[in-house]
C-alpha cells in the first residue's frame, strides 16, 4: 500500500426532491414553488491506495452508498472528480473503465431472475469481449467454484439459492470481469449473522489471492474493524474524521466517531456505560450552519454553529472538527468503555 490508485476529489451530489401534487399545480398555473436540493454528499475527498480496504460507515442516510457508487462510475457527481491512476472513471455522465465492479446490498435484488446463473456471470465477459462465446460455460462454472459454489450451478437460477449463495454469485459476477478494484455496498446487511461471517471470510480470502482494492461500506463497525486498513466516517453527507482503523477505533477523534464506537456492543464481562446520541439527524434539505453534527454534539461551541470544520490533518488522522485537539480524556477511550 504505497502508490496513491484511486482518487475522490471534492465529490458532491445533489437531488432534486419530488414535487407534491399541491405543488405541481401551482406550477403548471405559474405559481411560485420553492425546490431545495438535497445534497447526500457534501465535497468529500479521499485516495485508496492500491491493495488497500477502505472502511465507510456512518448512520443510515449518511451518503454512505451514494459515495460508493459515484466511486464506481453508477452515479455521476454534481461536482468534483474520481480518477483511478490518473484517469477519470466516468465520462461524460458515464462510467469509462471496467476496472472497478460493485457488489450491492440485496443480491436478489441485483440478480435478473429470468436468467440462469452461468448467463449472468458470463454476460459481462461476454459483452466486453473478454471471452469467447464456446467458453463462457466453463468460465461461469469457474468463477462459481472460486466463490465456494459448485460449478453445476450455473444452471440454476437465482430462487434456487440461499441469501448467502446468491451474495456469492454476486461477488463472482463482480469478479469475472477482472477488476482491480471492487466497492461493497453493505453486502452482508441482508444477511443472518453466521452467514455474514463467512461472505467476510470469503472477502478476505479473495482481497488476498486476487489483489484486489476495496471500499467496503457498512452500518455495523465491527465488520468494518475486522476488514479494513483504514476507516473513513460520514454524518450527513460529510466526511468527518478518517484514519487507520485500529487507531480509530482505540482513540477517535471526532465526538461523532466516539459515540458510533461507544455504541458497538462488546464482550466483556461488569458493567458498561451507554449513552445515545442526543438529538436526531437534520434534515438533509436544511442541514445545520456550520459543522453539521454541532446540535447533537457534547463539545460544540459557538464557533461551531458559524464556521464549518475544514478537514485538517493530526497526526496519522483527518478531522473536521473545530476541538478535534482538546478532545477530553471522558471521550477518547471508546475502545475500552
Not at 465529490?11 to 414535487?19: E, K, Q, V
Not at 472497478?100 to 440478480?111: R, W
Request: charged fraction near 20%.
Amino acid at each position: 500500500m504505497t502508490a496513491e490508485f484511486l482518487e475522490a476529489k471534492a465529490l458532491s451530489r445533489d437531488f432534486a426532491p419530488r414535487l407534491s401534487v399541491g405543488d405541481r399545480i401551482a406550477a403548471l398555473f405559474g405559481g411560485a414553488v420553492e425546490t431545495r436540493a438535497l445534497r447526500a454528499v457534501d465535497d468529500v475527498s479521499f485516495t485508496i491506495a492500491r491493495g488497500e480496504t477502505l472502511g465507510l460507515v456512518g448512520e443510515s442516510g449518511c451518503g454512505k452508498s451514494t459515495l460508493g457508487r459515484m466511486i464506481a462510475g453508477i452515479l455521476p457527481p454534481t461536482r468534483g472528480t474520481v480518477m483511478l491512476e490518473g484517469a477519470p472513471v466516468m465520462a461524460r455522465g458515464r462510467k469509462v473503465t471496467t476496472r472497478i465492479q460493485t457488489v450491492f446490498q440485496d443480491p436478489y435484488a441485483s440478480l435478473d431472475p429470468r436468467m440462469l446463473i452461468g448467463k449472468t456471470i458470463a454476460e459481462g465477459p461476454l459483452a466486453h469481449r473478454m471471452i469467447a462465446k464456446a467458453d463462457a460455460t466453463a468460465f461461469a462454472a469457474r468463477w462459481l467454484e472460486t466463490v465456494g459454489l459448485d460449478g453445476d450451478h450455473a444452471a440454476r437460477y437465482p430462487h434456487q439459492f440461499s441469501g448467502g449463495q446468491r451474495q456469492r454469485v454476486a461477488i463472482a459476477r463482480a469478479l469475472a470481469m477482472a477488476p482491480e478494484m471492487l466497492v461493497c455496498d453493505e453486502p452482508v446487511a441482508s444477511l443472518d449473522v453466521s452467514i455474514q461471517a463467512q461472505i467476510i471470510n470469503l472477502f478476505l480470502r479473495l482481497r488476498g489471492e486476487l489483489d484486489l482494492t476495496m471500499l467496503f461500506i457498512s452500518h455495523d463497525l465491527g465488520v468494518v474493524r475486522h476488514l479494513s486498513d483504514r476507516v473513513a466516517v460520514m454524518y450527513l453527507g460529510r466526511a468527518v474524521e478518517l484514519g487507520p482503523s485500529a487507531q480509530l477505533y482505540q482513540a477517535p477523534r471526532h465526538p461523532y466517531t466516539h459515540a458510533l464506537i461507544s455504541a458497538v456492543p462488546k464482550l466483556k464481562s461488569g458493567r458498561s456505560r451507554f449513552a445515545a446520541i442526543a438529538g436526531e439527524v437534520p434534515s438533509p434539505l436544511d442541514p445545520p450552519s456550520g459543522c453539521v453534527f454541532h446540535p447533537r454534539c457534547p463539545l460544540s461551541v459557538a464557533r461551531c454553529r458559524v464556521e464549518r470544520p475544514p478537514p485538517r490533518v493530526l497526526g496519522d488522522r483527518i478531522v473536521a472538527c473545530h476541538r478535534a485537539e482538546e478532545m477530553p480524556d471522558v471521550l477518547r477511550p471508546a475502545a475500552s468503555a
